[in-house]
């Protein structure tokens, strides 16, 4: 039986592509993302599966996805990314509370669910170059708002055959993860502080992907740049994992029956974390509702209410920022399944999309979506959860998970469904300490290591050691520079004239 997997774009411009290829190039050269021809079966039982720990089950699951990597390399990346990174044995622990279970996607180096993909995508980068005889050094380039830009030096520090340069606004990040980042040890990564705000270091990076004088010269020089954001397949793949992960030791746990159905709620920004619950639940996880909560950037709950996407409102800064997003990349392809692979379709909307700000689905592609329930927490109600789930409970939510349970109650509650609920906790408490601690109506405006000595006293849970370690780490990185000089930083990094 041939159980090759390729890749196509959405946008029906570029493939079929091997597995490896599709993770280096990232995006495809039509502007679409790359999508598998069809969404595998487990190979396993769910019986079976309830016997792996977290390193076999990831390799049940992504060999079906990364069909051309052997079992030994696909198993050497699983292996260096999921190992004592993670301060838990479980690397993804269930936390009971009330009636619905969180799922703690925070227990990697950064405490935020980023680390799940960003852990393990370096290697997967890097053994595709071996596999497609890339002979250069891999540059990644990345503009960061948070959290993405600590993960992805986290992950590729000290990777070899690969650099990473980030760019973060001077004002724009919090104090925590601004000390994240310029105390990134490696002597491959290199973080710059951009004076102008996320738009400014983002459009900079494009311009710096699209500068074909840059990039010849560093191909002379033996380098290579790409890609680490969240439309990379190698991102999306890992993330199935801990979907069917959570569903076993459930089952283990003897909280459900095998088989039997379970409900997953998704605090959503850019629809990758949602995408892979989807993907779970196609290759045969009993998944009935796959509740989409998003914050006051409502854009997908009024997708999901009428079959609209109009991108064209006010942008709004809520203490969920890395739910702050009007154009949700991953909803491209399931846009792209909806319409039954239909790229031309598909690269229609998206272009509606790019010259209008909107696009509308057809009646047809609406049934399909009745698998979702899209809803949407103000910042009130949010705070509220915050609250009362800390008192009637004694467990700390952050703002970005707080969405997610004040979604999974409405949908509760409209639909009176009782099926059980996972929700997909998505960071630590101590990555917000301000918001959480405003909301537990504590003093939030002081030096920010009393600031988590406060939340260690209110959450008893202990500081991670992603905190702790920063409390006396050096300042590596202290560069920056306006936006138009990031061209030279990027030279001036690889020795390029
Ligand atoms: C990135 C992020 C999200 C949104 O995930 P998407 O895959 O972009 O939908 C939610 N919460 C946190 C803490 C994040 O960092």
Not at 139 to 148: E, K, M, P, R, Y
Not at 395 to 406: C, D, F, G, W
Request: hydrophobic share 40%.
């Amino acid at each position: 039986m041939d159980k090759e997997m390729l890749y196509y774009s959405t946008r029906g411009g570029h493939g079929p592509v091997k597995p490896s290829e599709a993770i280096l190039q990232g995006l495809a050269n039509d502007g679409g993302l790359f999508v598998p021809t069809h969404i595998p079966a487990f190979e396993n039982t769910i019986d079976e599966m309830c016997k792996m720990d977290y390193r076999e089950l990831a390799y049940s699951v992504m060999k079906l996805y990364f069909t051309d990597y052997t079992e030994e390399e696909l198993k050497a990346c699983i292996t260096g990314a999921y190992d004592e990174k993670f301060d838990t044995e479980e690397i993804v622990p269930l936390a009971k509370v009330g009636e619905d279970y969180f799922l703690e996607l925070f227990h990697g180096p950064t405490i935020a669910f980023k680390d799940m993909a960003l852990s393990i995508l370096p290697y997967l980068m890097t053994t595709a170059a071996k596999k497609n005889g890339l002979d250069k050094e891999i540059v990644i380039l990345t503009a960061t708002s948070g959290d993405t830009g600590k993960a992805a030096l986290s992950g590729f520090a000290d990777v070899p055959g690969t650099r990473i340069m980030v760019y973060f606004p001077e004002d724009g990040v919090s104090e925590v993860q601004r000390l994240q980042m310029v105390t990134q040890k490696g002597a491959n990564t290199r973080v710059t502080a951009i004076k102008g705000n996320f738009d400014d270091a983002q459009s900079g990076v494009k311009r710096l992907f699209a500068d074909a004088k840059l990039k010849e010269d560093a191909a002379d020089a033996g380098f290579v740049f790409s890609s680490a954001n969240s439309i990379n397949i190698g991102r999306l793949i890992p993330q199935v994992v801990y979907y069917v992960y959570a569903y076993t030791r459930l089952v283990e746990a003897g909280e459900i029956e095998s088989g039997s159905e379970i409900n997953v709620t998704v605090p959503t920004g850019n629809f990758g974390n949602i995408l892979a619950a989807w993907l779970a639940k196609g290759m045969g996880l009993p998944i009935k509702k796959l509740v989409c909560a998003s914050n006051e950037n409502k854009v997908l709950t009024d997708f999901f209410r009428s079959g609209n996407y109009d991108r064209k409102r006010e942008f709004v800064l809520t203490t969920s920022p890395s739910m702050d997003i009007l154009i949700s990349s991953n909803l491209e392809r399931l846009l792209y399944w909806l319409c039954e692979k239909d790229a031309v379709k598909t690269a229609e909307l998206m272009r509606e999309l790019s010259e209008n700000g909107s696009y509308q689905i057809t009646d047809e592609m609406r049934k399909s979506l009745s698998e979702f329930y899209g809803g949407f927490a103000t910042e009130r109600e949010v705070a509220f959860a915050i609250n009362a789930c800390a008192n009637t409970y004694g467990y700390v939510l952050e703002p970005h998970t707080a969405v997610a349970a004040v979604v999974s109650s409405k949908y509760q509650e409209v639909s009176g469904d009782e099926t059980p609920m996972l929700i997909a906790s998505t960071a630590s408490p101590y990555k917000f300490p301000a918001s959480v601690l405003s909301a537990l109506r504590e003093k939030a405006d002081a030096d920010w290591k009393e600031l988590m000595d406060k939340l260690h006293e209110v959450s008893k849970v202990n500081v991670p050691k992603a905190v702790t370690d920063l409390y006396d780490a050096p300042i590596l990185h202290t560069g920056n520079c306006l936006p138009e000089e990031m061209e030279a930083t990027v030279r001036a990094f690889l020795g390029l004239q």
